[in-house]
């Protein structure tokens, strides 16, 4: 289909906020956001984090006088409450340019790359611990052998007074308590 004089066409529009009113905050200066929260990667594009939502915020007006923030909500789309974030409309000062944003952010990059976590060193052990340990490793087999049967009389005794019927009336309802192991048999095939 051709173009032809009698088709309507959309004019130009300027490029400007569309709103003239402005928040009564105070200007937001780029020199005091942290390098990591602008992003000017594509200045007619520029985003920020709005500093009362903590959220990803378009800077809208990049080519007229007066740059701001878009109108936005505090809570996520379709779930919370349309609450406008007190940042909204909020000017911007741009008192640091694109190469001097590069640098910072690149600055940032390399202190926090160069941070690196300290290696993590055992406790020391108090000196009773520390024996213990010790001769923990030095014993052998046999000797373990022999703290098991030393052990075995205190055991055995510990289960016949587990097996012994307690003083007075047997309990009258409910059934009747085994008082032997029961070992079931597996079906022979």
């Known amino acids: 289909?051709?173009?032809?004089?009698?088709m309507p066409t959309a004019k130009e529009r300027p490029r400007r906020t569309r709103r003239k009113r402005v928040s009564a905050l105070p200007a937001l200066k780029l020199s005091q956001l942290?390098?990591?929260?602008?992003?000017?990667?594509?200045?007619?594009?520029?985003?920020?984090?709005?500093?009362?939502?903590k959220t990803?915020?378009?800077?809208t007006g990049m080519q007229s006088k007066v740059q701001k923030l878009v109108p936005h909500h505090t809570g996520k789309a379709d779930v919370d409450a349309a609450i406008h974030c007190r940042g909204s409309n909020r000017r911007i000062e741009w008192d640091m340019t694109i190469p001097e944003w590069r640098q910072a952010l690149a600055d940032a990059i390399t202190e926090a790359s160069s941070r690196q976590a300290t290696a993590v060193l055992p406790k020391a052990f108090s000196p009773q611990t520390d024996r213990t340990l010790r001769a923990r490793a030095e014993r052998r087999p046999a000797g373990r052998v022999a703290d098991w049967d030393a052990v075995l009389p205190r055991v055995a005794a510990a289960d016949k007074n587990r097996r012994a019927m307690p003083a007075g009336d047997a309990p009258t309802e409910g059934p009747a308590v085994p008082l032997e192991t029961l070992h079931p048999q597996c079906p022979a095939r």
């Open 1 to 6: 289909m051709a173009i032809t004089a009698a």
């Open 34 to 53: 942290l390098p990591s929260h602008i992003d000017l990667r594509n200045p007619l594009k520029a985003v920020l984090v709005c500093e009362d939502c």
């Open 56 to 59: 990803w915020v378009p800077i």
